[in-house]
């Protein structure tokens, strides 16, 4: 399985890029709004995903590591397919979704092309527990609005997800009014410390 592709944007139309990959071009469908932020001729990075078919491969790309799981996510809910799974990301943000799974929000799902009112019941009901921790009667999201990108860092640096989130859930979920205003690189630091002090006890 493919699970990353570096390369040039040779393409970019429609909801399609190809990605010219060592003189390869591969075809991905991807999020609308990671095309619409494409250029021709740009170096891209991009987290993929392979669904065999009877007939051909379809490839899916994403920006961003909480995207594809956010996809994967979405795939494993009966009766989402990758096109809706697609749609949802090219309508919403990973963060905005999240929220509404998590909330409960099943009116906001629906605004999703393609995505009825009892599948995105469905989508709740199989999903929120993934996407919230419990804390008093408060829900902390995750990963919040500027976690993404610490998640992805930590990811990349060899910790698991499960680790990844409780620590992202530490930084952001102490009651430190400052955390929502460091930067990715601050967020960073103090997760890995968390990590760090639970791992020493």
Do not use: C
């Not at 890029?17 to 991807?30: K, Q």
């Not at 009116?107 to 993934?130: C, D, H, N, S």
Request: neutral net charge; charged residues 20%.
């Amino acid at each position: 399985m493919i699970g990353m592709l570096r390369g040039k944007v040779w393409e970019a139309a429609g909801e399609r890029l190809v990605l010219d990959v060592n003189g390869v071009g591969y075809i991905l469908s991807v999020p609308n709004v990671l095309l619409n932020k494409t250029k021709v001729g740009q170096d891209l990075t991009l987290y993929t995903h392979l669904i065999p078919k009877e007939d051909e491969f379809l490839f899916f790309g994403f920006g961003t590591m909480a995207e594809k799981q956010l996809f994967l996510a979405m795939l494993s809910v009966n009766g989402i397919g990758p096109k809706t799974a697609l749609s949802i990301l090219s309508t919403f943000t990973v963060e905005q979704v999240e929220s509404a799974i998590a909330q409960e929000n099943v009116g906001l799902l629906t605004k999703v092309p393609g995505l009825g009112k009892k599948t995105a019941q469905r989508a709740v009901l199989e999903l929120k527990e993934k996407f919230k921790i419990r804390s008093g009667d408060k829900f902390i999201l995750e990963p919040a609005v500027a976690g993404s990108d610490v998640l992805d860092s930590m990811l990349a640096l060899g910790f698991s997800l499960e680790e990844a989130r409780w620590a992202l859930s530490q930084v952001q979920g102490q009651g430190l009014e400052e955390a929502q205003n460091l930067s990715t690189e601050q967020q960073l630091k103090l997760a890995l410390r968390y990590l760090s002090a639970a791992n020493t006890r």
